[in-house]
Every structure is written in C-alpha cells, then in structure tokens.
Nanobody
Framework: QVQLVESGGGSVQAGGSLRLSCAAS????????MGWFRQVPGKEREFVAS????????YYADSVKFRFTISRDNAKNTVYLQMNRLKPEDTAVYYC?????????????????WGQGTQVTVSS
C-alpha cells in the first residue's frame, strides 16, 4: 500500500506563494501519474493539476493555469505544486494523489491513492 505524505501548506497573504510537496513510498512512483486536488468544506474535491509518469505532460484546472506549476522528481519519489499569485479562493485542503496508470488525467476516478491533505489558507 503506497503512502503519500504532503507538506508545505500554511497561511499566506493574497499574491504570495507556497510550494507543496508530496513524498511517496514504494518503488513504482515513476510508473504512475501524480496529481493534486483540493477541497473546501461542503464542496466536492476538485482537480488542480496532474503530471504524467515522466513529467512530460501536465494538465491544469483553468482556475490555476499560469499561476500553479506541477513537477516531479522521480529519483526522490516526490511531486511538487508551486503556487504563485495565490488568491483567497485558493483556500482549501490540498491532496496529493497517485494515479492508476502512467497517463496524466484530470478525473478523480483515475487516481487510486490519496494523501491526508495539507491546509492552504490565503487571506485578502
């Protein structure tokens, strides 16, 4: 059973930046797509970004495009989410997810394992 541990969340003012990290256990990290999702109370979990197993293909939600960057280091079994120009509406719990295949996807159903989440709070 793979374990995903997120870190890097916190509180920041609007316009600021945060970098989330997700460390994965196991030796098959490089064979699977990785993604980031977020959720606010009372709403469904929503897609933020994903990267294919090699990192060559990435997808972003329209709401974060050109502000957030997903990347991965397969040698370190780690995926990152660099978040710039943060807005109050980016406030949420952010979850790291491991895909069922190596193909990047935006669908929640394409991901099999989830981290415990890390809180990001952006104040105006």
């Amino acid at each position: 059973q793979v374990q995903l541990v997120e870190s890097g969340g916190g509180s920041v003012q609007a316009g600021g930046s945060l970098r989330l990290s997700c460390a994965a256990s196991g030796r098959t990290f490089s064979s699977y797509t990785m993604g980031w999702f977020r959720q606010v109370p009372g709403k469904e979990r929503e897609f933020v970004a994903s990267t294919s197993m090699t990192g060559s293909i990435t997808y972003y939600a329209d709401s974060v495009k050109f502000r957030f960057t997903i990347s991965r280091d397969n040698a370190k079994n780690t995926v990152y989410l660099q978040m710039n120009r943060l807005k109050p509406e980016d406030t949420a719990v952010y979850y790291c997810a491991k895909g069922k295949t190596g193909l990047a996807s935006t669908a929640t159903s394409a991901f099999a394992s989830w981290g415990q989440g890390t809180q990001v709070t952006v104040s105006s």
